[in-house]
């Protein structure tokens, strides 16, 4: 599986501007993708998974600021000007809702084929009409040429979907980046959606950034899975490592918060707290005043993310000294 | 374009009613102002007997709903009644006037549309900056300048002081003699191309061009400062995020699909603003001679000719009716959500 990186992230901090202030969304994170892999990014609402993901798809809303860091995609920069506009067919993105991505005034045959046009220099309008089918049919949509001819609002969210992950995939991408593809779907499309995903991702070889909430989710497709909290990056360790021996007290009580059935009768847990205030953002651990086992240490220092054991890294001072 | 057969026969009965309701009010109105237009019928100097008879001539002598089941009567035959001040049928004065004003309205919101919608773009996509100011001070002045002051001043800079364009009238009538034009469709601009007239088209095109632009003014702040509101909210939108994110070039996002989004709002509120300048053009009409339904209806109103002035409201209201049913047409054929 570890051949070489097509991914790199160093360093990445973004900023929101909004009124009042700015919001310190993402905080000096790094992480690398290996080819041909799927990595999970997993965290709350407001942990910044979601902005690390349109970073690199380079579709940051306009009052984002990229503060520092670089995104090293298959050697270059995509943080610099002049390769920001050449990388775009190689990473693709699909969105949280797929009735929102969609312009509601055109066709989708039409926004896939100018995405077709754009990106693999086809000219003429039967071969574009070709390859826009053929993609609908790799994702199995039945009768492509109807929905090719059809509104957003007359298809369905799991067909939507799929048209989504078509018009992702339309121009080869090397990438895909799939920012909460299910979670405004029924539980039922969930699974579907996520088995085309995987079943596209193994033809296809592409590497993929799954963003997700749902850690059991995660579980599952991920070949590593890597936890955010509050904007900074915690934990980060193989998909059946991280499930078996979460290190973290975040990570931990993420677990003890998926539903289980086979427990006969016991109180769904939760973590006590809410989501850290990003304006101003703890000076110590960011989960300190969360946290069930912090210490005087937590509060003041930052605990920097290290090396625990082989593929398994932590930023918590509970595994500092263990180490030293 | 989705319009059913429903929607067209529901408006249709709506214009009907709307006709009946507007004919009503405005009849009633006008019997009961206290005025003698039977003096006006009469000419000057009538004598008393010469007055009675002109009542009588008008059925001034009958009850209000007598005069106003006669008056039905010849409207539904096609009889407007004849203008009491021009002594000439009110349905051809109208009409003569009416499309002496869309040929100048309609050149000026084309010419708004045209130059506005893309300037609020641009605004949209530079917000912030001083372009997008720029444009914002000149749309918050050009609306709130008042029609007639800016027709003053402009008729004063291009045709007294420049000389460069006529500033009064409709043509110059020796053109209109020496090629021999007529009248067809009273569009002037469109009857000298069916004639093949060309000075007439000429000269009649140079005459358009002052009263249109200030005429222009007001409908193309309008569309200039709702189409930026608009694209800058649509260009928060998720569906423009993700074709951004897709890597469709930058013109293409918003010129083919963001400003789809923005028209529909922008078409409805510059077809309201269509429909009151078919009279609201009156103070233009006026500063430049220009022979218009704004103009006819001031002049009725002040001479108490009562039937112009209810032919004037009547063809202003079935206008608003056919705009408001246009606007929803063409709202449809946008918004593919939208069924008529």
């Given at each position: 599986?570890?051949?070489?990186?097509?991914?790199?992230?160093?360093?990445?901090?973004?900023?929101?501007?909004?009124?009042?202030?700015?919001?310190?969304?993402?905080?000096?994170?790094?992480?690398?993708?290996?080819?041909?892999?799927?990595?999970?990014?997993?965290?709350?609402?407001?942990?910044?998974?979601?902005?690390?993901?349109?970073a690199i798809a380079g579709a940051l809303p306009e009052n984002a600021i990229i503060r520092s860091?670089?995104?090293?995609?298959?050697?270059?920069?995509?943080?610099?000007?002049?390769?920001?506009?050449?990388?775009?067919?190689?990473?693709?993105?699909?969105?949280?809702?797929?009735?929102?991505?969609?312009?509601?005034?055109?066709?989708?045959?039409?926004?896939?084929?100018?995405?077709?046009?754009?990106?693999?220099?086809?000219?003429?309008?039967?071969?574009?009409?070709?390859?826009?089918?053929e993609m609908f049919r790799m994702v199995e949509l039945p009768d492509p040429t109807r929905i090719y001819n059809s509104y957003p609002h007359e298809l369905s969210g799991g067909m939507l979907q799929r048209v989504?992950?078509?018009?992702?995939?339309?121009?080869?991408?090397?990438?895909?980046?799939?920012?909460?593809?299910?979670?405004?779907?029924?539980?039922?499309?969930?699974?579907?959606?996520?088995?085309?995903?995987?079943s596209l991702k193994r033809k296809l070889g592409l590497s993929m950034l799954f963003i997700t909430h749902n850690l059991g989710v995660a579980s599952e497709i991920a070949d590593r899975i890597i936890v955010m909290y509050g904007g900074e990056l915690i934990e980060e360790a193989n998909s059946s490592e991280l499930i078996n021996n979460p290190l973290h007290p975040y990570t931990r009580?993420?677990?003890?918060?998926?539903?289980?059935?086979?427990?006969k009768y016991s109180k769904l847990k939760h973590i006590p707290g809410t989501i850290p205030d990003l304006a101003n953002p703890l000076k110590?651990?960011?989960?300190?005043?969360?946290?069930?086992?912090?210490?005087?240490?937590?509060?003041?220092?930052?605990?920097?993310?290290?090396?625990?054991?082989?593929?398994?890294?932590?930023?918590?001072?509970?595994?500092?000294?263990?180490?030293? | 374009m989705p319009v059913s057969k429903e929607y067209?026969?529901?408006?249709?009965?709506?214009?009907?009613?709307?006709?009946?309701?507007?004919?009503?009010?405005?009849?009633?109105?006008?019997?009961?102002?206290?005025?003698?237009?039977?003096?006006?019928?009469?000419g000057p100097h009538a004598t008393i007997e010469q007055i009675d008879k002109a009542r009588k001539q008008l059925h001034l002598d009958k009850p209000i709903y007598i005069q106003f089941i006669l008056y039905l009567q010849d409207f539904f035959q096609g009889n407007w009644g004849v203008s009491w001040r021009t002594r000439s049928p009110v349905l051809v004065d109208v009409m003569s006037s009416l499309t002496a004003t869309l040929e100048l309205i309609i050149i000026a919101f084309a010419f708004a549309l045209i130059i506005g919608v893309p300037l609020g773009v641009f605004a949209a996509i530079k917000k912030y900056t001083w372009i997008d100011d720029l444009v914002k001070i000149i749309t918050v002045v050009g609306a709130s300048i008042p029609v007639f002051w800016l027709a003053l001043i402009i008729q004063l800079v291009f045709g007294t002081w420049l000389g460069m364009l006529p500033s009064a009238k409709r043509v110059d009538e020796w053109v209109v003699i020496v090629t021999g034009f007529r009248q067809i469709t009273g569009f002037y601009l469109i009857d000298s191309l069916i004639q093949g007239n060309y000075m007439v088209f000429i000269d009649s095109l140079k005459h358009i061009?002052?009263?249109?632009?200030?005429?222009?003014?007001?409908?193309?702040?309008?569309?200039?400062?709702?189409?930026?509101?608009?694209?800058?909210?649509?260009?928060?939108?998720?569906?423009?995020?993700?074709?951004?994110?897709?890597?469709?070039?930058?013109?293409i996002i918003l010129f083919k699909y963001s400003l789809k989004n923005?028209?529909?709002?922008?078409?409805?509120?510059?077809?309201?603003?269509?429909?009151?300048?078919?009279?609201?053009?009156?103070?233009?009409?006026?500063?430049?001679?220009?022979?218009?339904?704004?103009?006819?209806?001031?002049?009725?109103?002040?001479?108490?000719?009562?039937?112009?002035?209810?032919?004037?409201?009547?063809?202003?209201?079935?206008?608003?009716?056919?705009?408001?049913?246009?606007?929803?047409?063409?709202?449809?054929?946008?918004?593919?959500?939208?069924?008529?």
């Open positions: 599986m570890k051949n070489h990186s097509i991914l790199r992230v160093e360093d990445l901090s973004i900023d929101y501007i909004v009124l009042g202030g700015s919001l310190k969304a993402v905080r000096n994170v790094s992480f690398e993708i290996y080819e041909g892999e799927v990595v999970c990014l997993v965290g709350e609402s407001g942990s910044g998974k979601s902005t690390v993901g349109l860091g670089r995104i090293i995609f298959m050697g270059k920069n995509l943080l610099e000007a002049e390769t920001r506009n050449k990388k775009v067919n190689n990473i693709m993105i699909v969105f949280q809702d797929p009735a929102a991505t969609l312009n509601p005034l055109f066709k989708v045959g039409e926004v896939i084929s100018d995405v077709i046009k754009t990106h693999l220099q086809i000219k003429e309008r039967e071969k574009i009409k070709e390859k826009a089918l989504v992950i078509a018009i992702a995939l339309s121009t080869n991408p090397r990438m895909l980046i799939a920012d909460e593809p299910t979670t405004m779907l029924d539980v039922t499309l969930q699974a579907q959606i996520i088995d085309l995903l995987l009580g993420l677990m003890e918060c998926i539903p289980r059935t086979h427990i110590g651990c960011i989960f300190s005043d969360r946290c069930s086992e912090v210490m005087d240490v937590c509060r003041v220092v930052k605990p920097p993310i290290k090396e625990y054991s082989r593929n398994h890294k932590v930023a918590c001072h509970l595994y500092m000294e263990e180490k030293q | 067209l026969v529901k408006r249709l009965i709506l214009l009907i009613l709307v006709v009946l309701g507007v004919l009503f009010i405005t009849f009633i109105i006008t019997r009961i102002v206290p005025a003698r237009p039977e003096l006006l019928w009469a061009i002052l009263p249109a632009m200030v005429l222009a003014s007001y409908p193309f702040c309008l569309s200039a400062r709702m189409t930026r509101a608009m694209m800058m909210e649509v260009l928060t939108e998720q569906h423009v995020r993700s074709l951004t994110a897709w890597g469709l070039p930058q013109r923005t028209l529909a709002p922008v078409i409805a509120s510059i077809g309201l603003s269509f429909g009151y300048t078919i009279i609201g053009a009156f103070m233009v009409e006026l500063v430049f001679v220009w022979p218009g339904i704004g103009f006819y209806a001031a002049m009725a109103l002040l001479s108490f000719d009562y039937p112009a002035v209810i032919g004037c409201v009547l063809i202003v209201a079935i206008f608003y009716c056919v705009i408001n049913t246009l606007v929803d047409v063409i709202h449809s054929a946008l918004d593919p959500r939208v069924k008529l």
